[in-house]
């Protein structure tokens, strides 16, 4: 099947740093690959949507400085939480989808950035 | 635009038996997916089972069905024999080609009991 990964799984880091999220399709080249949000017992917020070689299309409501997306190669879209303050943390998931499965998205474990 | 409604936050079942999770759906396309999706504890969201508009036919996965009403723009899941390991969030999902994005529901808590 397909399988999508994220790295780190879990970050800690102080206000006022970056933070890079890697997403990474392993199995498949992702023609887009999504980036969503979820606080505690909520649902999934998209937050922008990456096609390779291209700028990311963010949602109503997300700064487009505040969280930079980068879809560099058609397995690797990266996430950089700039300047991170705690009402950054929250839990930050990926999803990819594939030449011929566009309407299917394969999910990353996610990540849980915490900042102090 | 596209809403997704999940009126159930928590729902309970005893091992073995069967629930139905509801969902609705508000949208002015006629060609779309819907999906449950299934996201345990340790957060990875898995694809349970989909559903193409276009096909009158319920979706079914092993014990996992739906009731799929197009008219009445309504998509319940229903899971049989229930198991301990189906304790998880489920998140009903809505796709169109048009915005090419999912749009979820808030969700509903599954507790399976002994």
């Known amino acids: 099947g397909a399988v999508v990964s994220q790295h780190p799984s879990r970050v800690i880091c102080k206000s006022g740093t970056s933070v890079k999220i890697e997403c990474r399709s392993l199995?498949?080249?992702?023609?887009?690959m999504f980036w969503y949000r979820q606080f505690p017992k909520q649902s999934l917020m998209l937050m922008a949507t990456s096609n390779e070689g291209s700028k990311a299309t963010y949602e109503q409501g997300v700064e487009k400085d505040k969280f930079l997306i980068n879809h560099a190669s058609l397995t690797l879209s990266t996430l950089t939480v700039t300047s991170a303050h705690p009402e950054d943390s929250s839990f930050y998931i990926c999803?990819?989808?594939?030449?011929?499965?566009?309407?299917?998205?394969?999910f990353g474990p996610g990540t849980r950035l915490t900042v102090l | 635009a596209q809403t997704v409604t999940q009126s159930q936050p928590e729902m309970s079942v005893q091992e073995a038996e069967t629930v139905t999770l509801s969902c609705t759906y508000d949208?002015?396309?006629?060609?779309?997916?819907l999906f449950w999706y299934k996201q345990p504890p340790s957060r990875q969201m898995i694809l349970v089972i989909r559903q193409e508009a276009y096909k009158q036919q319920n979706a079914t996965e092993n014990r996992f069905s739906v009731n799929f009403q197009k008219a009445a723009k309504s998509f319940s899941l229903k899971i049989s024999d229930s198991q301990l390991g189906d304790a998880a969030m489920y998140f009903c999902?809505?796709?169109?080609?048009?915005?090419?994005?999912?749009?979820f529901g808030t969700g509903t808590r599954l507790q399976v009991t002994l």
């Open positions: 999902a809505y796709f169109t080609g048009t915005a090419s994005k999912l749009t």
């Open positions: 199995d498949f080249q992702a023609t887009t």
């Open positions: 949208t002015s396309e006629s060609d779309y997916y």
């Open positions: 999803s990819a989808n594939g030449e011929g499965s566009y309407n299917e998205q394969f």
